[in-house]
């Protein structure tokens, strides 16, 4: 129902891995729905995460919520958030036709939305709700005030139609009690999931281009959680980084970073490559030459 920029509070919360014994847990979805979609394609599509390892998908081809491959048996009655996704996505979708209207749009448009909460000790610390149209910020929540608050002028029409039917205090209520407690139990079953701390593989890749340059790059794979340090040195001194970059969570829950530099290709080094994570007592070192 609600379009989550999950990725916000996601980016966020990992970034202190020695905090993961108090949190910050967050439990957050993803909406998206589009009014043209093409065969298919499902017109409207949810996943759930809890910090961010998606847990529960649904569409509205299989109309049915499903667990990610990483489920513990037990923490999500299905066929419950078969039912409440059911009716969200009825929603969803009428509120895309109904924002169509107000810019009196046809043809094929998106709708996303975000929306979660985190708890940090055991306490609600934070949540947030916003929607987007055709990618542009639609509207969002307030808890503060509280109150739904237009992003754009087309959207005061949705904000009028949602406070006369009560959202207000709904979503709120939503927000920082439901969501909280749904976190609470989640948790009972995920922690030692969300917890884990898989340390890196790391390899090098070497490869010479146009002759005269070598590309060394060093590979950290299936590691969790996400937040690593990667850099090369020489003789001690540190070689400046060429390119890197980071792959998106893998089926199994794991993330793959790496980093590149560039030598004379007749450079025999030796070149080291150092990882820092979260699950190492001291960092890897793993030298090429
Ligand atoms: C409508 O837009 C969505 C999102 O950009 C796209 O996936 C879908 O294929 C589009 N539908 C058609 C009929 O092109
Ligand atoms: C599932 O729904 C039923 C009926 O609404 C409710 O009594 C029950 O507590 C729910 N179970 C869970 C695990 O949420
Ligand atoms: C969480 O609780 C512990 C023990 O009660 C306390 O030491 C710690 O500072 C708290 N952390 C935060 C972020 O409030
Ligand atoms: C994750 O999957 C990759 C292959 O996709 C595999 O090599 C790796 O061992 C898996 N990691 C864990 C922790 O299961």
Redesign the pocket.
Known sequence: MVPVLLSLLLVVSPAVAQDTQDGPYSLSFLYTGVSRPKADIASFQATGFINDQPFLHYDSESRTAEPWPWQVDGM??W???T?LQQARQDIFMETLKDVMGYYRDRGNHTFKGTFGCEIRNDSYCGAFWKYAYDGRDYIKFNTEIPAWIPLQPEAVNTKVKWETEGSVQASKDYLENECPDMLR?YLQFSRPFLDRQDPPSVSITSRVTLGLIRTLTCVADNFYPQPISMYWTQADSVVETESWGEGPLSENGTYQSWVAVKIPSLDRGPYSCHVQHSSLAQPLTVTWN
């Open positions: 999500v009655n066929e419950n958030e039912q139990r």
